[in-house]
């Protein structure tokens, strides 16, 4: 008797019109205004100066038919992962040393606020000259000029953990390995999601001027190659489809990871 009004209840709730959430119905005008705004562009400049989005996605259409996208987006975000990983690392270990050891602040300070105000422009063509066109000085140059940005973030964060979870490592007398998985990187886990949020963003527009100065392949290429042809078109179609790449690393690949590794965190009320 109990179990009828509640499938009853339930049927009424499926046979309700389900209303949009409010935040999707935002990104949805969003988008739309958008697209307005790019038509009226194209109406006030002309197709020649600002193509319609028709006549973009047709020419990302055929690109990708005919393999030209997909191989330079591959060599690009090849070279965004590598420059990530390196500066990540190297950057995460120096901010730790920094934030936690004062002769390593000290000490490094003033290599930290040269790489932080040398021009990403100046690293790119020094790496060039010093090293050569080649693939290690073009993804070189792209993580130099992001690990400053990542060791600062990593500094605050170590000098902002709790002593007293630190001091009851060594009360417990736990392993350096065992004091940095299960004590450390915890609680530097919200300095480090900002600064691999932030290092995405960042790397892979330094990528693009990278593979514009030096390289004979990548989005950054393809884009000068028709910009020295006036192809407003092929130059917004390659822009769009390689920001398409990178918002679906985000919302797919970065955003599920941050929510995985802050699980464990009580949500706000």
């Not at 917004?236 to 590794?261: D, H, K, N, S, W």
Request: contains cysteine.
């Amino acid at each position: 008797m109990t179990d009828a009004p509640t499938a009853l209840e339930h049927r009424a709730a499926l046979a309700r019109p389900r209303v949009l959430s409010p935040r999707l119905i935002a990104t949805a005008l969003s988008v739309a205004a958008f697209f307005a705004l790019w038509l009226l562009g194209t109406w006030w400049m002309g197709p020649r100066l600002c193509p319609s989005p028709v006549s973009v996605f047709g020419f990302i259409a055929s690109e990708t038919a005919s393999g030209e996208l997909p191989y330079h987006l591959g060599v690009t975000l090849a070279r965004v992962a590598a420059a990530f990983v390196i500066a990540m690392a190297v950057g995460t270990a120096a901010g730790l040393a920094m934030g936690r050891s004062t002769l390593a602040n000290t000490l490094g300070e003033p290599w930290l606020i040269l790489l932080l105000n040398a021009p990403a422009l100046i690293v790119i063509v020094l790496a060039y000259i010093w090293i050569g066109l080649t693939e290690s000085a073009a993804i070189l140059a792209v993580a130099l000029n992001k690990i400053p940005n990542v060791t600062v973030t990593i500094r605050e964060g170590a000098r902002a953990m709790d002593p007293a979870l630190m001091e009851m490592a060594k009360v417990y007398r736990f392993s350096r390995g065992k004091t940095l998985a299960n004590v450390t990187l915890p609680q530097l886990q919200p300095y480090i999601a900002a600064a691999a949020r932030s290092g995405i963003a960042l790397i892979w527009k330094i990528v693009l001027v990278v593979e514009l100065l030096g390289r004979s392949n990548g989005v950054g290429f393809q884009i000068h190659l028709y910009f020295q042809m006036f192809d407003v078109r092929a130059i917004l179609g390659y822009t769009l489809a390689f920001v398409a790449i990178m918002l679906v690393v985000e919302f797919f690949i970065v955003q599920p990871l941050e929510a995985r590794a802050n699980r464990w965190r009580p949500r706000p009320v």
